[in-house]
């Protein structure tokens, strides 16, 4: 992620090549000839027949109602009242709610204001944001390295194979006996990480643990997915075959002599906006480290238990990443507290590494996470016990640097196939999870745009899109533990916000809605000629300390939720990531997965 990140809008209306090219199908219907307003802010892909539907309009307007009409404006299907206005918390700009949630009849709508204007087209129908899940899903296929990316999968965004990483230089940093300094190896595949062109194992560790959870979580609905990636025909759902891409690079990046894991494979210093087959910058493997090692062990011991069930397909993949992930835990055992110090590094060895760092300090949260996927996929009661599993009462919400919560997932999804040494944590997990999620819960309806994300300032941070997706992840995972919708309909609040009910009027997945990113911090939307960005990727969205952390000018926001700038210099709120496309993976997933188990289609299972 550019220096070092670690601490584009397209319209309905020209949507319709993007749409035919990334396996998405434009919706009907007609628009009306004036442009909509930015003032109303609201979900621009749509809503679920019967789920809370909310648009939020902003500014001074003297109007009490607002109006649901066809695309054209000839037809008006509802009106309802306009709540009185109210102060957003952090801008202290009027906002006043439309709430149409007791309409439901499927089909493609505007929402009308007198003297206000007309809103993006939406639609309301089950399914709403089938598109917006393949999608994001899909964002991972535009990201693979040491691969074409022919038009035939990647539609107007094709391109050449970039980074063979099979001739790989093993970095002073990283030298042992067996393989020293200089020493060529080969780690192709694997996913660009951000909008750089860099392979970092602790943020390849959230991402595909994420992943992996959300097929873990919804087997069925991803069974029956078809994202047009080449592997997409088959026997393995095409979320196991793009996170395979990754798996196999980072299984590579484990040192065979000793299980430790190169922290990082990168050029020493971040390549310029090109496109990736013309960056070929010499590509090292930096130092082993004890947060990598870990999230390495994490990773591969839920791979194994997940690709055990097509081991036809994949015959000994299974095996081959529980070998991989004991290696790697017992390297860890040995080495508990290896930092990545890049700084320190670079006094140290030549060349200097100036690529993001990801540096850790505190590796309790990663033994926690490998440690409950390894006891999961052996049921050996040695890996619970090797480690502290409550060492507090906190539940933090997942980050590259914090992973403790991933652990918590997977016991509670696994919860009645352990053994009786977990049993007694199980209800005491749950308890906290709960806790959490309502303490995520409170004071949502005095929110001014009735979002769980944003109630704090605190959650404009770099990266704040992967705050809002990780929050409704877990809202999910409470939900799934009690089947109380109201965690579910507050999780799907969150991807309103992700896709324009938000204090910028943003959609941040990019393809995805009239007003959405349109220039994210991402070398090959940059570098390619093309108009629109890659589609699929999510920005990293508004952050509170933007200006001070690039060197991007044009920043005029005041206000921690307004602070976001659509230019691909700023890479502090508009750069892209996997581990903030994961979970809204996770999240636009499981809302297709659950919205009839919850009543969201209109018909409860």
């Given at each position: 992620m550019d220096l070092s990140t670690i601490t584009k809008a397209v319209g309905l209306l020209s949507l319709a090549f993007l749409f035919s090219c990334s396996g998405v199908q434009q919706k009907p219907g007609a628009t009306a000839a004036q442009p909509a307003t930015e003032a109303i802010r609201l979900n621009q892909i749509g809503f679920y027949p019967k789920a809370p539907k909310i648009a939020v309009v902003v500014g001074e307007n003297e109007g009490d109602k607002f109006y649901l009409k066809t695309?054209?404006?000839?037809?008006?299907?509802?009106?309802?009242?306009?709540?009185?206005?109210?102060?957003?918390?952090?801008?202290?700009?009027?906002?006043?709610?439309?709430?149409?949630?007791?309409?439901?009849?499927?089909?493609?709508?505007?929402?009308?204001?007198?003297?206000v204007g007309h809103s993006y087209t939406f639609e309301i129908g089950p399914d709403v944001h089938e598109d917006v899940a393949a999608a994001a899903l899909k964002g991972f296929y535009y990201q693979r390295m040491s691969a074409d990316l022919p038009e035939q999968y990647a539609g107007k965004w094709p391109r050449p194979a970039g980074h063979p990483d099979n001739k790989v230089l093993v970095h002073p940093s990283a030298a042992t006996a067996q393989r020293p300094a200089g020493t060529v190896i080969s780690a192709p595949r694997g996913w660009y990480d951000a909008g750089d062109y860099n392979k970092y194992i602790v943020n390849s560790g959230i991402s595909m643990g994420t992943l992996l959870s959300a097929y873990e979580d919804f087997p069925q609905y991803y069974k029956s997915?078809?994202?047009?990636?080449?592997?997409?025909?088959?026997?393995?759902?095409?979320?196991?075959?793009?996170?395979?891409?990754?798996?196999?690079?980072?299984?590579?990046?484990?040192?065979?002599?000793?299980?430790?894991?190169?922290?990082?494979?990168?050029?020493?210093?971040?390549?310029?906006?090109?496109?990736?087959?013309?960056?070929?910058?010499?590509?090292?493997?930096?130092?082993?480290?004890?947060?990598?090692t870990l999230d390495f062990a994490a990773v591969m011991a839920q791979a194994s238990r997940i690709y055990k069930n097509y081991e036809q397909a994949l015959p000994g993949l299974s095996d081959s990443c529980l070998t991989a992930a004991t290696k790697a835990w017992a390297w860890a055992q040995k080495n508990p507290d290896v930092v990545y110090a890049q700084d320190e590094m670079n006094k140290a060895y030549d060349p200097d590494v100036t690529t993001g760092a990801y540096g850790d300090k505190d590796f309790s949260d990663e033994f926690i996470w490998a440690a409950a996927e390894l006891y999961t996929t052996t049921h050996n009661d040695s890996y619970y016990t090797a480690v502290n599993m409550l060492p507090d009462d906190k539940m933090l919400l997942p980050s590259w640097p914090q992973v403790r919560l991933l652990a918590y997932y997977t016991l509670l999804r696994n919860s009645n196939n352990l053994t009786p040494v977990?049993?007694?944590?199980?209800?005491?997990?749950?308890?906290?999870?709960?806790?959490?999620?309502?303490?995520?819960?409170?004071?949502?309806?005095?929110?001014?745009?009735?979002?769980?994300?944003?109630?704090?300032?605190?959650?404009?941070?770099?990266?704040?899109?992967?705050?809002?997706?990780?929050?409704?992840?877990?809202?999910?995972?409470?939900?799934?533990?009690?089947?109380?919708?109201?965690?579910?309909?507050?999780?799907?609040?969150?991807?309103?916000?992700?896709?324009?009910?938000?204090?910028?009027?943003?959609?941040?997945?990019?393809?995805?809605?009239?007003?959405?990113?349109?220039?994210?911090?991402?070398?090959?939307?940059?570098?390619?000629?093309?108009?629109?960005?890659?589609?699929?990727?999510?920005?990293?969205?508004?952050?509170?300390?933007?200006?001070?952390?690039?060197?991007?000018?044009?920043?005029?926001?005041?206000?921690?939720?307004?602070?976001?700038?659509?230019?691909?210099?700023?890479?502090?709120?508009?750069?892209?990531?996997?581990n903030w496309n994961a979970p809204l993976v996770y999240l636009a997933g499981a809302m297709e997965a659950l919205q009839q188990e919850a009543g969201f289609s209109g018909a409860a299972q």
């Open positions: 695309p054209d404006l000839s037809k008006t299907v509802y009106s309802g009242q306009l709540t009185d206005t109210k102060p957003a918390a952090l801008s202290n700009r009027p906002t006043r709610v439309a709430d149409f949630s007791e309409f439901s009849e499927p089909g493609v709508y505007v929402i009308d204001i007198p003297g997915q078809n994202l047009n990636i080449p592997e997409s025909n088959n026997t393995v759902p095409d979320l196991l075959d793009e996170t395979l891409w990754n798996l196999r690079w980072m299984l590579a990046m484990q040192d065979p002599n000793d299980g430790g894991v190169y922290h990082k494979l990168t050029a020493p210093a971040f390549e310029g906006m090109i496109m990736p087959a013309d960056a070929r910058k010499v590509r090292y493997v930096v130092q082993k480290g004890t947060a990598a977990a049993q007694h944590d199980i209800a005491e997990i749950k308890k906290r999870l709960v806790h959490f999620a309502d303490e995520l819960l409170d004071g949502t309806a005095a929110n001014a745009y009735r979002t769980v994300m944003g109630k704090s300032k605190d959650d404009y941070i770099w990266g704040s899109s992967a705050v809002a997706a990780n929050q409704g992840v877990a809202l999910v995972q409470a939900y799934q533990i009690t089947g109380d919708k109201k965690y579910l309909q507050s999780a799907l609040s969150n991807l309103d916000y992700l896709l324009g009910r938000n204090a910028t009027g943003y959609s941040f997945l990019t393809g995805y809605g009239e007003k959405s990113t349109m220039h994210p911090h991402h070398r090959p939307s940059v570098a390619d000629g093309i108009e629109e960005p890659v589609p699929g990727l999510l920005s990293g969205g508004t952050n509170a300390n933007a200006p001070k952390q690039d060197n991007c000018t044009g920043y005029t926001a005041t206000s921690p939720d307004e602070m976001y700038l659509d230019a691909d210099c700023s890479y502090a709120s508009n750069e892209i990531a996997i």
